[in-house]
């Protein structure tokens, strides 16, 4: 069953502008995770956010975290080409059945466009 | 640093044969992980081994065998392929279970004929 809903299913922007994506979800998380995935590749954990933690940075990249809504968002900054890929969010419910099962949405494919 | 190393990278298989796919991670983690990748969706926990010696079916376990041969290996087993099966396979681990990130290999692309 799929939890993380990402929002929009794919975003195309001139480099250098900044890049928004968003994830919804449905239960109470311990913590929700972003993973990019370039072409015919596997996934890179980029940046884990705990429920506890509003705000995180790493490096371009800003994720929010706001838990009343059960919405995430993950905004690169000052985009560049080797930023295309396709980002996943990923959460860590809560619940006593969810035993080292991360719950994946769908992602979102991005294009910097040059 | 070699991280989770996956073989093969591509497979073509006829209906009904079997196949092992091999996965392997240098960081001393605990927990593996099987998913499968389907275009349009997100992954899909197949297996897991939460700790050596240790393995739990995941979301879309049929069809599908796993071992954990020691801390280093976890490896799939496709016991009878059906054109179903043909997917893209990631092998992942972590240290704490998915309260720490996930490592992934880069994939083994499976076409069942």
């Known amino acids: 069953s799929q939890q993380g809903e990402e929002d929009p299913q794919a975003l195309s922007i001139q480099e250098g502008e900044n890049a928004t994506m968003n994830c919804s979800y449905k239960t109470s998380i311990n913590n929700l995770q972003w993973y990019r995935q370039n072409s015919g590749r596997g996934l890179v954990h980029l940046i884990l956010?705990?429920?506890n933690e509003r705000e995180k940075h790493s490096g371009r990249l800003r994720v929010t975290l706001d838990t009343s809504k059960k919405s995430s968002s993950l905004l690169i900054t000052a985009s560049r080409a080797a930023d295309t890929a396709s980002y996943f969010c990923?959460?860590?419910?809560?619940?006593?059945?969810?035993?080292?099962?991360?719950?994946w949405g769908a992602g979102t494919k991005l294009i910097i466009k040059p | 640093n070699a991280g989770v190393t996956q073989t093969p990278k591509f497979q073509v298989l006829k209906t009904g044969q079997s196949m092992t796919l091999q996965c392997a991670q240098d960081?001393?983690?605990?927990?593996m992980y099987w998913y499968r990748q389907d275009p349009g969706m997100g992954l899909r926990l197949i297996y897991y081994s939460a700790s050596e010696g240790t393995t739990d079916k995941g979301e879309v376990p049929n069809g599908y065998n796993v071992s954990r041969l020691n801390k280093r290996e976890f490896s799939l087993r496709l016991e009878s392929a059906a054109p179903s099966q043909t997917s893209v396979y990631f092998c992942a681990s972590s240290e704490g279970g998915q309260r720490r990130g996930y490592t992934f290999g880069s994939g083994t692309r499976l076409t069942v004929v």
């Open positions: 990923a959460t860590d419910p809560r619940s006593k059945d969810s035993n080292y099962q991360l719950i």
């Open positions: 960081m001393n983690h605990n927990s």
């Open positions: 956010i705990r429920s």
